[in-house]
């Protein structure tokens, strides 16, 4: 079992920034694929970033060129670092992990945190 712990979410301004943080823990041998979906009211929950153990990335076009995924493969934590930030971001970002090099077949999830963008 693989858990996942998100933490740096909270209330920015559009335009800020974010940097939101998820630490795996448990049986982190299994992991491939780390990413970041979101859920806004009302909304199905979306792909936001992925990255492959290798370093593979792979964003939605909504945060091509503001969003970045990385990943710390010794600590076990994937980063996504969020720029020019816009209200249509407000949203529960969650952590997934999966066994496979595709972040689609996700085994793990997160809680969820918090991110609201004020305008």
């Known amino acids: 079992q693989v858990q996942l712990v998100e933490s740096g979410g909270g209330l920015v301004q559009a335009g800020g920034s974010l940097r939101l943080s998820c630490a795996a823990s448990?049986?982190?041998?299994?992991?491939?694929?780390m990413g970041w979906y979101r859920q806004a009211p009302g909304k199905q929950r979306e792909l936001v970033a992925a990255i492959t153990r290798g370093g593979s990335t792979r964003y939605a076009d909504s945060v091509k060129g503001r969003f970045s995924i990385s990943r710390d493969n010794a600590k076990n934590t994937v980063y996504l670092e969020m720029n020019s930030l816009k209200p249509e971001d407000t949203a529960v970002y969650y952590c997934?992990?999966?066994?496979?090099?595709?972040?689609?077949?996700?085994?793990?999830w997160g809680q969820g945190t918090q991110v609201t963008v004020s305008s």
């Open positions: 448990g049986s982190i041998f299994s992991i491939n694929a």
């Open positions: 997934a992990a999966s066994r496979l090099p595709t972040i689609v077949a996700v085994s793990s």
